[in-house]
């Protein structure tokens, strides 16, 4: 699977968008790009994926580059609660995710 | 999405000692369970893949013989720590697979198990 580059940490202001970059220059043809964020001490929460359009869910808008070696992740409104790391994977339709280092945002009041 | 349960969410046991961690899948039957583990302040480490029915395949560096993990239905796998010792404190996380009805294969994670040994 390819890898991933991301900043590694950003900081918002709550109430403004935050938009996190992932550059994936080497993704080959039939791998997505997924976005995972994990909150202190829990789980990863799945957010978003996509192959080659935009993408947007009731979580997050995706987009992605038309030649697919970056995307950036888009938090239109970024609350406190959105404070966490945010991890961007591109892998095939197996299952296996390799995550990288990620971003952490800090949404600060 | 889906639901993935942990048990315990969080165990202290002395060095020497083994424990078991359970991961479930609660409304979907997984064909394919990760399992990882977290240090502070880093990235989730993938230790092992296990499928139902079948020996885990564990990543390289991983002892198979100290993380013992079974699969034996499709919605419980099992992580046993053998002989824990202070450096094997860590937060487990594991993950359970359903092949999805889109073109892609979720994947859903459990909230974590932190692992402390004396």
């Known amino acids: 699977d390819a890898k991933t580059t991301q900043p590694t940490s950003m900081d918002c202001a709550e109430g403004r968008a935050a938009n996190l970059p992932c550059n994936h220059s080497?993704?080959?043809?039939?791998?997505?790009v997924y976005w995972y964020r994990q909150i202190h001490s829990q789980g990863p929460q799945y957010i978003i994926h996509?192959?080659?359009n935009n993408e947007t869910n009731e979580m997050a808008p995706l987009i992605i580059t038309e030649d697919r070696k970056s995307s950036t992740l888009i938090l239109p409104h970024a609350t406190l609660r959105d404070t966490a790391v945010y991890y961007c994977i591109v892998r095939s339709g197996g299952f296996k995710t390799i995550f990288g280092a990620g971003t952490r945002l800090f949404v600060k009041a | 999405g889906a639901v993935v349960s942990q048990h315990p969410s969080r165990v202290i046991c002395k060095s020497g000692t083994s424990v078991k961690i359970e991961c479930r899948s609660l409304d979907f039957q997984a064909t394919t369970m990760f399992w990882y583990r977290q240090f502070p302040k880093q990235s989730l480490m993938l230790m092992a893949t296990s499928n139902e029915g079948s020996k885990a395949t564990y990543e390289q560096g991983v002892e198979k013989d100290k993380f013992l993990i079974n699969h034996a239905s499709l919605t419980l796998s099992t992580l046993t720590v053998t002989s824990a010792h202070p450096e094997d404190s860590s937060f487990y996380i594991c993950s359970a697979a359903a092949p999805g009805q889109n073109s892609y294969n979720e994947q859903f994670f459990g909230p974590g198990t932190r692992l402390t040994v004396l």
């Open positions: 080497t993704i080959s043809g039939n791998e997505y």
């Open positions: 996509g192959l080659k």
